[in-house]
């Protein structure tokens, strides 16, 4: 093992809860917890902050203050030590800072009403010092010198957009296409676009030069743009049909495109 790099962190508390870093990269200084890091061989080299039965207070939720920002984009703990979380670089050996790999049920993080978002989130400030620039080792320094509790913020990103419509629900399709009377077409949330304007007969590849060009769903062929007139529900087009079809900024490939709520299509 890498002694230089794979650092026993050590960390006791007296009972007064006002505790006193120790940081031993040699085998000369005690421990009585420990967060320690992996060998070198382990190049994510999870951090994990454990706990002394004897002589570390064991936190409950009562121990951790949370917070969320006006903006939603960070998450601010205050938790007593120790911890319990188990940290992994963000990318192999660069200081692009750490995240949270796993939680140990022994620290408070684990007892924090947060517990079930923790895992995966990337550490943005120790004590209001920016860490998402460092490196693992410069990380866990920080927060083993700060005191206890510490207040951790954690970068939350962007949380998915969540559908308007569930799966199943039937919506109407609204079809517009020259020389046909418009219909409606009943679909459900899910069904794949292409496919349901097949089976209800709408002339989707008009043609020869389409109809010999028809990749069969595949993405390929383009030819089964639709240009979009009205939605309802429905995300913004993929990045994949932004470089197929961008000079027609309303259509989508009726292929790529599983049915999201109700629509109204024209069809050339």
């Given amino acids: 093992m890498n002694l230089a790099r794979s650092m026993t962190l050590l960390i006791s508390a007296s009972v007064a809860m006002t505790s006193t870093a120790y940081v031993s990269s040699d085998l000369k200084r005690g421990a009585v917890a420990s967060i320690t890091a992996t060998s070198s061989l382990e190049r994510s080299r999870p951090a994990f902050v454990s706990t002394s039965a004897s002589r570390m207070k064991m936190s409950t939720t009562e121990d ?152 069969g769903g595949g993405g390929q062929c383009t030819y089964c743009a639709v240009d979009f007139v009205d939605g309802e529900g429905w995300e913004e087009r993929s990045e994949y049909e932004d470089s197929r079809i961008g000079k027609w900024p309303n259509a989508r490939l009726a292929c790529m495109n599983n049915i999201q709520g109700p629509a109204t299509i024209r069809i050339q």
Avoid: H, W
């Avoid at 693992?136 to 207040?151: L, Q, W, Y």
């Avoid at 308007?164 to 794949?192: F, S």
């Fill in 64 to 215: 951790a203050e949370e917070t969320t920002s006006s903006a939603d984009s960070i998450l601010s703990l205050t938790l007593e030590k120790p911890l319990g979380m188990i940290l992994e670089e963000v990318e192999e050996g660069m200081p692009n800072g750490v995240l949270v790999g796993e939680l140990s049920d022994a620290g408070s993080a684990y007892a924090s009403d947060e517990r079930d978002r923790l895992v995966g989130l990337k550490l943005s400030t120790v004590m209001g010092d920016d860490v998402t620039a460092m490196g693992f080792d410069d990380v866990m320094e920080k927060i083993i010198d700060a005191p206890s509790p510490v207040t951790i913020e954690f970068e939350l990103g962007e949380e998915p957009p969540q559908p308007q419509y569930e799966i199943g629900t039937e919506v109407a399709i609204k079809v517009l296409q020259e020389g046909e009377a418009d219909r409606e077409i009943v679909a459900r949330v899910g069904d794949n676009l292409r496919k349901k304007l097949l089976e209800n007969n709408v002339e989707l590849y008009r043609g020869l030069k389409k109809k010999l060009g028809n990749c």
